[in-house]
Nanobody, 122 residues
């Protein structure tokens, strides 16, 4: 079973940038389709991004496309989420998930990390 640890969260001003990392251990990283989700208090969980096994296919949620970029480095067993032009509504706990394919990942089916807090100030 793969274990995931997110990092890189913190406090950033609106309009700023932040880069999240999700480090995987156990299993074979390249065999996992990877995804990012976020959840803010009182709000529904939102799909943020997904990336295929070798990085050739990438998908974004409706509210982050054009601002966020997902990537992965299989040699480092790490998936990244580069967040630019951050808005207060982007504030949330961000989670990564490792699954078997796109549809399970988008549905939240897989192994989850503990999350990292992103706070955006006005």
């Amino acid at each position: 079973q793969v274990q995931l640890v997110e990092s890189g969260g913190g406090l950033v001003q609106a309009g700023g940038s932040l880069r999240l990392s999700c480090a995987a251990s156990g299993g074979t990283f390249s065999s996992y389709y990877m995804g990012w989700f976020r959840q803010a208090p009182g709000k529904e969980r939102q799909f943020v991004a997904a990336i295929s096994w070798s990085g050739g296919n990438i998908y974004y949620g409706d509210y982050v496309k054009g601002r966020f970029t997902v990537s992965r480095d299989n040699a480092k067993n790490t998936v990244y989420l580069q967040m630019n032009s951050l808005k207060p509504e982007d504030a949330a706990v961000y989670y990564c998930v490792a699954g078997s394919n796109l549809r399970p990942v988008v549905a939240g089916q897989g192994n989850w990390g503990q999350g990292t807090q992103v706070t955006v100030s006005s």
